[in-house]
């Protein structure tokens, strides 16, 4: 029996020749066009602090922001890492806790967490929620002991491995 490298095989050989021009494909060029043409505040800038971030944003975003920052900080344990990810400000320890962002026509308070969502329901109603985001105004921050109870309780949950 003869070993055969299936890469040189010429029926799995894939075709070189396009005339798809410089972008690529039809489908890399609307990809790319869709990244190009994102509205501002869709996506979030691309920045490395919180600080960064913050400073792109626009009033009265920023202020909302800024508070419910606070908020969270007082809440962290001294090992806490605050960072950006997936383009918005969030904090670490023992994994992802929250994160927040400014969009064009709200704020958003990242809790990651379902249920502890879900067990603040009630504390919630005057706010829209998604299955683990609080979205708000951007002229009316969270209150600032909601923010901190619910960074404790996405401690409790990392610190135990079990849901809120």
Same mark, same amino acid.
């Given at each position: 029996?003869?070993?055969?490298?299936?890469?040189?095989?010429?029926?799995?050989?894939?075709?070189?020749?396009?005339?798809?021009?410089?972008?690529?494909?039809?489908?890399?060029?609307?990809?790319?066009?869709?990244?190009?043409?994102?509205?501002?505040?869709?996506?979030?800038?691309?920045?490395?602090?919180?600080?960064?971030?913050?400073?792109?944003?626009?009033?009265?975003?920023? !202020?909302?922001?800024?508070?419910? @920052?606070?908020?969270?900080?007082?809440? %962290? *344990? =001294?090992?806490?890492?605050?960072? $950006?990810?997936?383009?918005?400000?969030?904090?670490?320890?023992?994994?992802?806790?929250?994160?927040?962002?400014?969009?064009?026509?709200?704020?958003?308070?990242?809790?990651?967490?379902?249920?502890?969502?879900?067990?603040?329901?009630?504390?919630?109603?005057?706010?829209? !929620?998604?299955?683990?985001?609080? @979205?708000?105004?951007?002229?009316?921050? %969270? *209150? =600032?002991?909601?923010?901190?109870? $619910?960074?404790?309780?996405?401690?409790?949950?990392?610190?135990?491995?079990?849901?809120?």
């Amino acid at each position: 029996m003869v070993a055969r490298n299936d890469l040189q095989s010429p029926h799995l050989k894939r075709n070189t020749t396009t005339n798809a021009g410089p972008l690529g494909s039809k489908m890399n060029r609307k990809r790319a066009s869709r990244v190009k043409n994102t509205p501002a505040g869709k996506a979030g800038p691309l920045v490395e602090t919180v600080d960064a971030y913050l400073a792109l944003v626009p009033e009265p975003a920023r !202020t909302t922001l800024s508070k419910v @920052r606070e908020a969270i900080v007082s809440s %962290l *344990p =001294p090992l806490a890492i605050e960072t $950006i990810s997936y383009r918005i400000p969030a904090y670490k320890y023992k994994g992802h806790l929250v994160g927040f962002a400014a969009f064009t026509t709200h704020c958003t308070f990242a809790v990651m967490s379902s249920a502890v969502v879900a067990s603040f329901k009630d504390e919630l109603q005057q706010f829209e !929620t998604a299955e683990t985001v609080i @979205r708000f105004p951007h002229d009316k921050p %969270l *209150p =600032p002991a909601l923010v901190k109870k $619910i960074v404790k309780a996405r401690l409790v949950e990392n610190e135990t491995g079990t849901r809120w």
